[in-house]
């Protein structure tokens, strides 16, 4: 949550389309620098970049850092029409239209790198480059194919790693997460070993929370870092971060839309994917060669870790590569 996270720097609006957002709002200070756009994921909120707003915001970049919708201290409608991504692609552009930003360099992770896949085909010229961290772009219009997914993670991975998607797709789920919400954020942020066995497999999530299991906290996690996430999720829930789900893959909806609204789903910015070290065993198979696929200008970067949060666990190499890919140097 931006008031959380960085209070003096946290900005709330009410936008044209009557939603409220939250969000961390950085101008640069630097004239020949240009602004960040940072997209997070689930079940995170514009905290979980702050070692890139920190980083960024100091060598005179400006950083843009919304909570996105149902996350944090922006609007968490129980329906799940607002969550089309066409919609919320509308509203982050009316936060950088507030902002009198007229370009960024994108950077989305998880669920955000999906949404910024979209944003950027609604909005080109918003666009100076796109940078996906974890995974990478997947083209808007085009319906989930859960069937895909499951043989390629059994083939890749050894495991279905839809698995977890199962129990998010549920109406009621995110009471689940509510009502276990220690041992929920454990272990999706805990050792990939764990969440190799206990968050991806079907089945498995669930049983994990009904026993109140716990996962170890990684080394990257501090204490002041772990109570700051629990303020923010004590406030916000997880009905909003689960409707993403459940209005996406459950519904898909908005993407027949989608597929009208953008024939050309080539990638015309500079791109660059960042994944997890290649000795990972919860990296999403195929990413780097999907994005190529599309991308005119793609570089593909790995971490020395192998976990999902490598904005936060690699903070610095994420931090380098982010930087050099911005000004040219990859």
């Known amino acids: 949550m931006a008031t959380i996270g960085f209070s003096a720097n946290a900005k709330s609006i009410n936008l044209p389309s009557g939603t409220a957002y939250t969000y961390v709002y950085f101008p640069k200070t630097d004239p020949s620098k240009y602004t960040l756009l940072f997209l997070h994921g689930f079940p995170s909120s514009s905290y979980d970049w702050l070692h890139q707003i920190s980083y960024f915001s100091s060598k005179g970049y400006g950083v843009l850092a919304p909570d996105l919708l149902g996350y944090g201290g922006t609007d968490k409608p129980d329906a799940l029409e607002p969550y089309v991504f066409k919609t919320m692609a509308a509203d982050i552009d009316a936060l950088l239209e507030v902002e009198n930003i007229e370009q960024v360099h994108a950077v989305g992770h998880d669920f955000g790198s999906i949404f910024l896949s ?41 495991f279905d790693k839809r698995g977890y998607r199962q129990l998010l797709l549920k109406d009621e789920s995110w009471k689940l997460l509510e009502d276990h919400a220690e041992s929920f954020f454990t272990l999706a942020y805990g050792p990939e070993n764990t969440t190799a066995m206990s968050f991806y497999p079907p089945g ?9 299991r716990t996962a170890a906290y990684p080394p990257w996690m501090t204490p002041e870092y772990k109570q700051t996430r629990d303020r923010i999720f004590a406030s916000g829930g997880y009905r909003g971060p689960t409707n993403w789900y459940r209005s996406r893959f459950g519904q ?43 991308a005119e200008q793609c570089i593909v970067k790995e971490v020395s870790t192998t976990g999902h949060w490598v904005q936060l666990e690699a903070r610095n190499e994420v931090n380098e590569m982010l930087e050099k890919f911005i000004e040219g140097g990859l």
């Open 118 to 158: 979209t944003f950027i085909k609604y909005y080109p010229s918003r666009i100076l480059s796109s940078a996906f961290l974890v995974v990478g772009y997947l083209p808007p219009g085009k319906v989930f194919d859960a069937e895909l997914a499951r043989k390629m993670s059994e083939e890749l991975l050894g």
């Open 204 to 212: 498995k999530l669930e049983e994990f929370l009904k026993t109140n």
């Open 252 to 294: 898909s909806l908005g993407v027949q839309q989608e597929a009208k609204d953008i024939p050309d789903l080539r990638l015309h910015c500079r791109t660059l994917l960042i994944q997890p070290n290649h000795a990972s065993i919860v990296a999403i198979p195929g990413m780097a060669e999907l994005t190529r696929a599309y």
